[in-house]
Structure formats: C-alpha cells, structure tokens
C-alpha cells in the first residue's frame, strides 16, 4: 500500500482501521509513503506533491521492487492530486464519484500493470471522519460537533460528497468547526472506533476500494 507524502493522517487510518481487520482477511497491508526526492549526502524527501511525475515514478519503483506483493494500491486525497495527473483535465460531468473514478481508470491506464489497483479517497481523509461523527464527538466529549458534522454530510447526500473546494473541503470544515482538531489522533481514533464495516456502509467508493482488496486474498 502507498499513501501520499504529507499525509500522515492516511497512513494512521491505514495502521489503526485497515491492516488489522484485513489482516483477518488474510490480506497483510505494508503502508509506505511517497518518496518525493533525494536530498544530497541525505535522506529522502517526503514532502507535498505537486506534479504527477512524482508518484508515477514512485508507484513505478514499488511495483518494481517488490515483484512478491499481490499489488501496490495508492491512497491519495482526490482532493489536492496535482493538476496534471492523468484524467484530471478531462474529467466528465456528472457526481464525485463519477468523476473520481474516471481519474482512477485513467491512473490505471497510465501505469498500466496488472498488479496496480489505484485509489482515490473521495474527497480526503478526514471524508471518514464525517462518517465517525459520533466517535469522534465521544472522544473529545463534544456532542454538538458530531451534531453538525452528522448534519453536513446528510446534507451533501453522505461523507464522500462533502465538498472539496478550498474552504470547503472536509479537513476545513474540520478544523473550523473544531480548531484544537488533530488529524494524527483524533481522526484515526474515531474511525477505528467506527469501524471498516460501517465505513464500507457510509462510504461507497471506499467500499468498492476494500472489495478490490478483499478478492486479492
């Protein structure tokens, strides 16, 4: 599994929510982050990606070098994904989830390998969050909060449709709603609370990510 560098907050989901209940599957998930670049006489660089060139040569030196994997699947916010990577220009009309899955079959068709299955998290991370309204008001004892965030997502027609603009995009409404947010505990802490079943329920597009991954086992 591959998670965007920057984005600290996927690889916790991915370590407290996703590898152990796969693991029951049978499906062992090995998170690693994008490497961005090498710094001379140092270490690599893990910083924001700005160009699809970066993760395309990243996706393509772990499908390289791990030829024992059953896959290498990505988790990238779609909201945020560089400009420029392949789909994006030419996405249809149409709901979220169309026009999120069109830029992962263009991603797919781009890397074109049999053992790559992308995805994109419709519209980041902190979507999952909206999903575990209530988990999350319990954990930092804020009823209100969950209240509304419960709210905004019903009205958006559920946790992936949360609008993705600028000032608009889950983790700003997060934080606005909630400024002492911590996307490294508080978020993870609430949607392993909730659980991959009722994420899966909340969340469609996620729910079809975890069937891909399911049926490698």
């Not at 209940?21 to 499906?27: S, T």
């Not at 690599?44 to 699809?52: A, F, I, L």
């Not at 994997?69 to 709901?95: I, K, N």
């Not at 575990?132 to 946790?159: H, N, S």
Request: with cysteine; hydrophobic share 40%; charged share 20%.
């Amino acid at each position: 599994m591959w998670s965007r560098s920057g984005r600290t907050a996927g690889r916790h989901f991915a370590g407290r929510t996703l590898a152990p209940e796969l693991f029951e599957a049978g499906i062992i998930l090995v998170p690693t982050i994008l490497l961005t670049g090498t710094r001379a006489g140092g270490p690599s660089g893990r910083g924001g990606v700005s160009k699809w060139a970066k993760i395309e040569k990243d996706v393509r030196l772990r499908l390289g070098t791990t030829p024992h994997w059953a896959a290498v699947t990505t988790l990238l916010d779609y909201y945020g994904l560089p400009q420029d990577s392949p789909g994006m220009a030419e996405r249809p009309a149409g709901s979220a989830r169309r026009r999120v899955e069109y830029v992962e079959q263009q991603i797919a068709a781009r890397i074109d390998h049999p053992r790559f299955l992308p995805y994109l998290v419709l519209h980041e991370t902190e979507t999952w969050v909206f999903a575990a309204a209530g988990q999350l008001g319990e954990w930092v004892e804020d009823g209100a909060l969950a209240a509304e965030l419960k709210r905004q997502a019903d009205a958006a027609g559920g946790p992936e449709c949360v609008n993705d603009g600028a000032d608009t995009a889950p983790s700003k409404r997060l934080l606005g709603l909630y400024p002492a947010y911590n996307k490294t505990q508080d978020g993870p802490v609430s949607v392993a609370d909730l659980g991959l079943a009722e994420l899966r329920a909340a969340c469609p597009h996620f729910d079809s990510w975890i069937g891909r991954l399911l049926a490698l086992a």
